[in-house]
Nanobody, 123 residues
Framework: QVQLVESGGGLVQAGGSLRLSCAASGRTFRTYFMGWFRQAPGKEREFVATINWSGGSTYYTNSVKGRFTISRDNAKNTVYLKMNGLNSEDTAVYYC????????????????WGQGTQVTVSS
């Protein structure tokens, strides 16, 4: 089992940057594919980015390509999401999630979820 705790959210002006962190418990973290998702008020949870177990393969939703970077440090049991060029459409609760089987955009493939961290972008 994996427990996930996100941090790093907050209020930022449009054009600014934030780095989210997701700390994982358990010695098996390095075997999990990790993802970041977000959910804005009144909207469904949507995929943001995913990374494979080694960190050598990543994938992003189109709206964040070139602005967000997902990375992981298996020695620290942590996955990161660096967000640059933030705009109001990025305002949401951001969740990290762990999948034991695949790096995917599909919410249903992720078995473990954190509690989320709020990101608010002011214009």
């Amino acid at each position: 089992q994996v427990q996930l705790v996100e941090s790093g959210g907050g209020l930022v002006q449009a054009g600014g940057s934030l780095r989210l962190s997701c700390a994982a418990s358990g010695r098996t973290f390095r075997t999990y594919f990790m993802g970041w998702f977000r959910q804005a008020p009144g909207k469904e949870r949507e995929f943001v980015a995913t990374i494979n177990w080694s960190g050598g393969s990543t994938y992003y939703t189109n709206s964040v390509k070139g602005r967000f970077t997902i990375s992981r440090d298996n020695a620290k049991n942590t996955v990161y999401l660096k967000m640059n060029g933030l705009n109001s459409e990025d305002t949401a609760v951001y969740y990290c999630a762990a999948s034991p089987t695949i790096a995917t955009t599909n919410v249903a493939e992720y078995r473990y979820w954190g509690q989320g961290t709020q990101v608010t972008v002011s214009s």
